[in-house]
């Protein structure tokens, strides 16, 4: 069953923009992982949150959690083409299984150059 | 350094057929194993997992199994598909022992099956 859902599920931007993607999710977690996917390729980690973590950031990525709300977002800043691609949060529960990430369905972010 | 290779990319089977996908994972030892199914548009899937070498928990009961005969090598089988075992197969390793709870994947490729 999913457990992150991402939001939007599409998002259209020009090059140069910010792009912020949200996910939200329901049990409590050990941390929370963003993978990229370019269309008909594998996913790519991007950055990992722990949940005693607020914001991370790695290049021109940030990433938040607000374990509050059960929620993530990821910020790409300075769009390129390049960025165009699925992002896809994942997530394991605490008290569960180490092993199983559970994916979201993922945003499709398309960057207009 | 570690890579993972996936094969075959693409293939159409019909309806009823054997389906044998396979995963090898070099420059790691006793890493954990996943495959994992994309539908069209759709999030992943774990379908099985596997920490060793004849260990496999399956997430989702399915005319599809999983075997680990070598601690880098996991296959994807099935005996007779169906229509709905159309997808994208995605092979992933993590480190075993790694931060309890930091189970970051590498993927492969992928392997985008039609079944018609």
């Known amino acids: 069953s999913q457990q992150g859902e991402e939001d939007p599920q599409a998002l259209s931007i020009q090059e140069g923009e910010n792009a912020t993607m949200n996910c939200s999710y329901k049990t409590s977690i050990n941390n929370l992982q963003w993978y990229r996917q370019n269309s008909g390729r594998g996913l790519v980690h991007l950055i990992l949150?722990?949940?005693?973590?607020r914001e991370k950031h790695s290049g021109r990525l940030r990433v938040t959690l607000d374990t509050s709300k059960k929620s993530s977002s990821l910020l790409i800043t300075a769009s390129r083409a390049a960025d165009t691609a699925s992002y896809f949060c994942?997530?394991?529960?605490?008290?569960?299984?180490?092993?199983?990430?559970?994916f979201g369905k993922g945003t499709l972010l398309t960057v207009n150059p | 350094s570690q890579t993972i290779h996936q094969w075959p990319a693409t293939l159409v089977q019909p309806v009823g057929s054997p389906l044998s996908l396979e995963c090898t994972v070099e420059?790691?030892?006793?890493?954990?194993l996943y495959w994992y199914r994309q539908a069209a548009g759709r999030g992943l899937q774990l379908l099985f997992y596997s920490v060793g070498i004849g260990q496999i928990s399956s997430e989702v009961p399915q005319n599809l199994s999983a075997s680990r005969p070598q601690d880098r090598q996991f296959i994807l089988s099935s005996k007779k598909l169906l229509l709905s075992d159309s997808g994208f197969y995605l092979c992933?390793?993590?480190?075993?022992?790694?931060?309890?709870?930091?189970?970051?994947?590498?993927f492969g490729a992928g392997s985008r099956l039609t079944v018609l």
């Open positions: 992933a390793w993590s480190v075993r022992g790694g931060y309890s709870g930091a189970n970051v994947l590498t």
């Open positions: 949150i722990r949940s005693n973590e």
């Open positions: 994942a997530t394991i529960n605490s008290g569960g299984s180490n092993y199983k990430l559970t």
């Open positions: 420059g790691t030892s006793n890493p954990n």
